[in-house]
């Protein structure tokens, strides 16, 4: 069995003088998804289309470019689970999907559904400064009961965490500039609680399963935007390292990165330096199945070279990472 996490990058039918068109990427993308061969895949950064129906008032949006990319290949005839709005439709950008090969017992997503109570009182800001905000996140958890051949159900997550780019900090801003440094600076706090908080209500809902099911099978696929070693990345995990008790062993979940020669252990370029963004997390009961994992990486570029245009390439900016497990059917 195949599983494997790909952040297709502000997939959309709508190019302008910085982003090829769908027609352009489409080819570049189908290999690349071809080449991946995956039994699930979980895709991040998956735009909704409006339809011909849709008004402001009664948005109407499917996700006809997907469809576009991955006609004619096996993908076309997978199940399929996406994040949606609350009318029950993809929304507008960013979607997270997962594509099965085998059947999707049910789906669910999650956004601030277990930490609603997160209070932030801003600092530098030039308006409102006084008010207690609510720590919201943009992107929700995708989670889908993937039941295989041999009858054997796989809990499978895909996520998309906060970016580093510093959250909005009111009156900080002057077009795409900032202020002053304190501002920007707390901007990227605020991303950092984000991106964190999305860690740990991942981190809630892993444990709710192992409540349910201790021997639960559990895969946590997607763009962390976090390298192994932080926050995120640790927070999800759980390792006995870190919780000083040894009864949680069996909650631990492994990375699958670690297989992988540390030369090309990357999914990112930027400055230069290859970074680790996308990971591939089991449970133990999982990862007794492992037996490899790959990242494509050979085509990626770095778009944040000095003197480089914000130009965007057919090729995604994050690399696919692929994980095979020895699971007789």
């Known amino acids: 069995m195949r599983v494997a996490t790909f952040n297709i990058e502000n997939l959309d039918n709508k190019p302008d003088e910085k982003n090829p068109s769908l027609a352009q990427r489409a080819p570049v993308l189908k290999k690349e998804l071809e080449r991946i061969n995956a039994d699930i895949i979980c895709i991040q950064e998956v735009h909704g289309q409006e339809t011909i129906n849709h008004t402001v008032e009664n948005p109407e949006r499917n996700l006809s470019a997907l469809d576009y990319v991955i006609k004619g290949t096996k993908y076309e005839d997978y199940k399929r689970a996406y994040t949606t709005t609350a009318e029950g439709m993809p929304r507008d950008k960013r979607n997270l999907v997962i594509l099965s090969a085998y059947e999707i017992l049910e789906f669910y997503q999650y956004r601030n559904s277990y930490i609603s109570k997160l209070k932030y009182l801003p600092i530098t800001a030039d308006e409102g400064g006084d008010e207690v905000k609510n720590v919201m996140w943009e992107r929700p958890i995708l ?39 304190a501002g920007w600076a707390e901007g990227y706090f605020l991303s950092s609680i984000k991106r964190v908080g999305q860690a740990l209500e991942t981190r809630i809902l892993v444990d709710k399963i192992f409540d349910n099911d201790p021997d639960a099978n559990i895969l946590i696929c997607g763009d962390f935007n976090a390298e192994p070693g932080t926050v995120p990345v640790e927070a999800i995990q759980g390792r006995t390292e870190n919780t000083n008790n040894s009864e949680l062993n069996s909650r631990v979940l492994v990375s699958c990165s670690r297989s992988i020669a540390e030369s090309i252990r990357f999914s990112h370029l930027h400055h230069g330096h290859g970074n680790l963004l996308d990971h591939i997390l089991v449970s133990r009961s999982l990862f007794q199945y492992f037996n490899k994992a790959e990242i494509f990486n050979e085509m990626l570029h770095d778009e944040s070279l000095p003197f480089a245009y914000d130009t965007k390439y057919p090729e995604a900016d994050h690399a696919p990472f692929i994980a095979t497990f020895n699971i007789q059917f």
């Open 143 to 181: 989670h889908a009961k993937v039941k295989l051949p041999n009858d054997e159900i796989i809990h499978v997550i895909n996520v998309h965490f906060k970016s580093k780019l510093s959250s909005n900090i009111s009156g900080q801003k002057v077009g795409f500039g900032w202020k002053s440094s």
